[in-house]
C-alpha cells in the first residue's frame, strides 16, 4: 500500500505509470468566500474543492462522479483555469500552468474545451451555427476566411450535421443536435482535453447514447483525452476508462473502470454502485442515507463518516489519507490501513 499525499508516486508499476500525463492536479483546494452581515465580511468559506491530487492520462477518459454539490464542476474549471485555485498545483503537458495569467494560458486554451451540461444556454441564441463555430477559430487559428468556412462544414460533417446548418440559429434544433453543435464548436480549436460536464444528462435518453457514441467515435479520430463529469454512475460506465469517486471536494476512491465496478472499495462507491440498475443483485446492498454535510462544514475525520455504515471511531478524528490498493486502485478509507 501506497499513500498518494501530494507528490508521492506508487513503487510497483501499475498500468497508467506506463502512460503518459496530460493533466496533473497536486493538493488543489478551491475555496469560496461567504459573505454575511451588513458589512459583507467573510465569515466563512465554501470548501469546494479540497486537496485533490489526480492526473489525467493522454487518450484515456476518466469519469468523475459524486452527488451534487461534491465540487465535480468547480474541479473541471479549475482544471480549464476558469477559475484560479485557492491552493494547489495544475500541470498541463508537463507545464506547470497555475500561476499563469488570462494572457500567458491564451495559448494553451485551445488544447482545453468543455461540453457544457445545458446546450440551450451555452451557446449565444443570436448567433448563427456558422458564427458560433467560428468564433474558436478567429481566436485560436490563423486561417483565412475560405479556410475557416471549410472548417466550419468539416466539423458539421464530423459531428453529424448537414453543412447548411450553419446558416441556422440554435433555436431551430432539438437538444441533440444542439449538443452536436456545442461539441463542434469545441472541437473547432482542434483540444486535446476536452471536459464534457454533464454532457448528456438534460437530453432524452434514446438522444443520449447517440451523443455518447460520438464522443467516443471522436476521441479514436483525434486523439481525445476526455474528463468526463456525470451524476450518472450508468452513463460513465460505458464512457469510462478510469472512474474518480468525489465525496464532499475530496477524491474517496479512483480506479479502473472495471475494479470499480467489480470490487469497489470505498462505502460511498459501494452505495453509489448499488443504486445502478442492472449491476450485481448478488451483492450486499449498500444503502445511502442522509444528505452530504455542508461544503462550508466539512466534518472532522473521514468527510464520509456522518453517513457511512461501517464508521468507527477513528473515522470520527482522522482523516483518510488516499492509498493505493494496487493495480492503480485508489481509495480513502481507515477500512484499508492498519
Ligand atoms: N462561484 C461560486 N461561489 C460560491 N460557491 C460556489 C461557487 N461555485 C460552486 N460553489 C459551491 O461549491 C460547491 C461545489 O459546487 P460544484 O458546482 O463544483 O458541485 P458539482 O459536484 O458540480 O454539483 P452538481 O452535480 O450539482 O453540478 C457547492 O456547494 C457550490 O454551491
Ligand atoms: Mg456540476
Redesign the pocket.
Known amino acids: 500500500m501506497t499513500i498518494m499525499n501530494s507528490e508521492t508516486q506508487t513503487n510497483s508499476l501499475t498500468p497508467s505509470e506506463t502512460k503518459e500525463k496530460l493533466v496533473e492536479v497536486k493538493n488543489l483546494k478551491k475555496y ?1 468566500p461567504v459573505k454575511g452581515g451588513i458589512l459583507k465580511r467573510t465569515i466563512g468559506h ?1 470548501k ?1 474543492v479540497e486537496n485533490v491530487t489526480l492526473s489525467i492520462y493522454q487518450g484515456e477518459t476518466l469519469g468523475l462522479v ?10 473541471g474549471h479549475l482544471i480549464l483555469k476558469l477559475l484560479d485555485p485557492t491552493e494547489g498545483k495544475i500541470i498541463f503537458n508537463g507545464k506547470d500552468i497555475t500561476s499563469y495569467s488570462q494572457r500567458k494560458i491564451r495559448p494553451y486554451r485551445k488544447n482545453m474545451q468543455m461540453i457544457f451540461q445545458d446546450p440551450y444556454s451555452s451557446l449565444n441564441p443570436r448567433m448563427s451555427v456558422g458564427d458560433l463555430i467560428e468564433e474558436p477559430l478567429i481566436l485560436h487559428d490563423r486561417l483565412t476566411k475560405k479556410e475557416r468556412q471549410n472548417r466550419i462544414i468539416e466539423l458539421l460533417h464530423t459531428v453529424g450535421l448537414d453543412e447548411e446548418t450553419r446558416f441556422k440559429y440554435p433555436h431551430e434544433f432539438s437538444g441533440g443536435q444542439l449538443q452536436r453543435i456545442g461539441i463542434a464548436r469545441a472541437l473547432s480549436s482542434r483540444p486535446s482535453l476536452v471536459i464534457g460536464d ?1 454532457p448528456v444528462s438534460l437530453l432524452d435518453v434514446s438522444v443520449q447514447s447517440q451523443v455518447l457514441h460520438l464522443m467516443s467515435d471522436l476521441q479514436i479520430k483525434f486523439n481525445l483525452t476526455y474528463l468526463f ?1 456525470s ?1 450518472d454512475l450508468s452513463v460513465v460506465k460505458h464512457m469510462c476508462d478510469r472512474i474518480a469517486v ?1 465525496y464532499l471536494g475530496r477524491i474517496a476512491e479512483v480506479a479502473p473502470k472495471h475494479s470499480l465496478y467489480k470490487e469497489p472499495l470505498h462505502p460511498y462507491t459501494k452505495a453509489l454502485i448499488a443504486s445502478v440498475p442492472g449491476v450485481d443483485r448478488k451483492r450486499e446492498k449498500v444503502k445511502l442515507e442522509g444528505n452530504m454535510p455542508s ?1 462550508s462544514n466539512h466534518p472532522a475525520g473521514c468527510p464520509f463518516h456522518t453517513r457511512c455504515p461501517e464508521s468507527h471511531n477513528r473515522c470520527t478524528v482522522e482523516r483518510p489519507e488516499l492509498i493505493n490498493m494496487g493495480n492503480d486502485h485508489y481509495v480513502a478509507c481507515h477500512l484499508y490501513t492498519e
Open positions: 469560496f465554501v469546494a459524486g452527488e451534487s454539490g461534491s465540487g465535480k464542476s468547480t474541479l454533464e463529469i451524476h468525489m461544503p
